[in-house]
């Protein structure tokens, strides 16, 4: 996708392909293809915004629209914009790209779950260098007093950000910290490992409270010469590069291995 | 009979007619969620709040994350009414109103108060004379800037009949009446003919509507007979009436509290 249009954010995508699958298809995302717009559908936001060509390849898989739509990413006239716009496509919760906002639309969706005494869940992926971002803080102290019951924030924490790590330019310790000050429960795992993602999802659904999960993760996660460069951070890959990153992955053996269930709930084949 | 409006009546400031419309309209319909950002007794939306504490939230001084929050509300079929001082709600939250609001078309319902220099002796960071401007500049908007309690009343009604977002600013002072009730007919986008006139027309909205009708009065006493317009809706703008104004009486003056820049003028 990005290779073909020759621009995109390869890194920050490819750090949250864990997070973003097990959502998808570890039946955690509550949504159904045939009624994407369903009042009781889960809500994910891609807070993060920058990383949605690993949405957009989810939802594909998930049926949400064919697979060669992917081809037209941030191309003109293309309903898959270089960040997520709300109205574009079912599935697509919240406009974002201007970082930070993800978070205080999640609040009030989380909100409006309850005060309507609904089933759905709010799923915001954030990034760890978009934490630096006032408004987050504003809405983790907004839902950390009003306390929704159906509220995940998943921190995909590759450590960098476009300008370089972010220890080095704005550092977040103590994060999780943070999030317990402000009456979050916060779990940390690793973020590349399918079992403790799948693990730490469905303690979140049991907490009814507001949950963060800081998922340690590798920027460029899968492509050798991308993990933690962060040269790659909005650079998409040359002919020679799409190359040598589909030579690592084995593309044959990648063919569909995931589908949607009948019930519309996302599940391994 | 009063010294600042000769001939006029003062009525109740537009803030506090918000306040009442919007507690009224609660009561109609339970879809309405309230939030605003410690300063609802100043926007009045405090006796919403009195009335309907299941649909009321104050998030606290956190102007971004208010509008965040309608968004999400909003999206999930609630209509937020939300408000805070003009220059804090519009200026604060711009890029939130712009993202979360504005592009998505979401029907949130925004309220600034304090609008204008006419709440007087707080100072410039409290005045607004750049919150039209900017609220203009949002995708898909109505802009809307009652002149007394009564149409205030109307505009409240009417943007919770619009379905997308709609900004309201409101005043801290008490206005003076320029309606005797609520105007049945109101319309966004439809400017209201106060005075005839063919000489000169001034095109006014917010608090200005009643300087400007007693500014015809004083032109009448020297023989000019301004045309009084009330623009109450700056976007979308009744651009036929303004090209009526022109051709039938030669001159427009514009009264507004805002900026040259970006407002009605």
Redesign the interface.
Known sequence: MLHESKSGHPGGSLSAVELVTALYFGGFLRYDVADQDSADRDRFILSKGHGVPVQYAAMAEAGFFDVAELKTLRKIDSRLQGHPVKGSMPGIEASTGSLGQGLSIGVGMAMASDMDKMDFRTWVLLGDGECQEGQVWEAAMAAGHHKPSKLVAIVDANDFQLDGPVDAIITLDPFAAKWESMNWVVREIDGHDMAAVCDAFSWAESQFRPVCIIAHTVKGKGVSFMEHQNSYHGVAPSDDELARSLAEFDVATLEPTLVTSGNGKGVSK | MNSLYPGLTIGKATRDAYGEALKALGALHDDI?VLDADLAKSTKSYDFGQAYP??F?N??I?E??M????????????T?FISSFASFVVLKGF??L???VA???LNVKVCGSHGGISLGEDGVSQQSVEDIALACALPNFVVCMPADEHEMRAAVAAAYAHKGPVYIRSGRPKAPLVYKETPSEFQFGRADELRAGTDVTIIANGMLVGAALVAADRLAKDGIEARVLNMATVKPLDDQAVRRAAAETGAIVVAEEHLLTGGLG
């Open positions: 969620v299941d649909r939230i998030v606290g956190q971004a994350n509008v965040g929050m309608a968004g999400g509300f909003a999206s999930c079929g609630k937020p890029d939130q712009r993202m979360a592009y998505p078309n």
